[in-house]
């Protein structure tokens, strides 16, 4: 099972319509970062959330951590074909070992209609 | 800030022949670096964690003898794709743990084996 779900899976909207994508787990995050990228190019870093209850908006993307810290999502308001690619949540997770690993959500592919 | 640099960024090889490919920190040094892997239309998967100068930890999953890390130095982690086959084609991205500048991401290799 996957540590970090992403709903939704893909998306597709008309261009000018508000969306969200949400990125949960099943374990307390110490730090959540959302990610845009493209398949096959680097990362693009959007916003890293820290605290339980935080927000973070940048243009027109805004991202909220929820209080327990398990639960974040990512709000595009009006969007523009230039906002779609696959929007990645990573995180640190703890492991059995007691050390930590950083992973990535499954992924939400959002495509934007003109 | 700190640069994580990876190389190739692309490389196409023949179907039963090696390929490494190289994450090196530049302004920073390295205990962790991490080694991803992502499908077209998929999220970015941990393959392993390399620490430097001890062995890496693999993922469930993820063959060590045929995907060998060596994290010899605090600035360089390599990952070598033995004896590729075409299911290995894929796109590679590496990241480094410091501490003040937490992840930071190569910008991903393009494999394609032929």
């Known amino acids: 099972s996957q540590e970090l779900e992403q709903s939704p899976q893909s998306l597709i909207v008309q261009e000018g319509k508000n969306l969200t994508i949400n990125c949960t787990s099943s374990?307390?995050?110490?730090?959540l970062y959302w990610y845009k990228q493209k398949y096959g190019e680097g990362l693009i870093f959007l916003m890293m959330?820290?605290?339980?209850?935080e927000e973070k908006s940048h243009e027109k993307i805004t991202a909220k951590l929820d209080e327990k810290k398990q639960q974040s999502s990512l709000h595009i308001t009006a969007s523009q074909p230039s906002h779609a690619g696959i929007y990645l949540c990573g995180a640190d997770i703890s492991t059995t070992s007691g050390t930590y690993k950083y992973i990535f959500g499954t992924g939400t592919r959002l495509k934007v209609l003109a | 800030g700190a640069v994580v640099s990876q190389h190739p960024s692309r490389v196409i090889c023949k179907s039963g022949t090696s390929v490494k490919i190289e994450c090196r920190s530049l302004d920073f040094q390295a205990t962790t670096m991490f080694w991803y892997r992502q499908f077209p239309k998929q999220s970015l998967m941990l393959m392993a964690t390399s620490n430097e100068g001890s062995k890496a930890t693999y993922e469930q999953g993820v063959e060590k003898d045929k995907f060998l890390i060596n994290h010899a130095s605090l600035t360089l982690s390599t990952l070598t794709v033995t004896s590729a086959h075409p299911e290995d084609s894929s796109f590679y991205i590496c990241?480094?743990?410091?501490?003040?500048?937490?992840?930071?991401f190569g910008s991903g290799t393009r494999l394609t084996v032929v």
């Open positions: 959330l820290q605290k339980g209850g």
């Open positions: 990241s480094a743990l410091e501490g003040s500048y937490g992840y930071t």
């Open positions: 374990k307390t995050l110490y730090g």
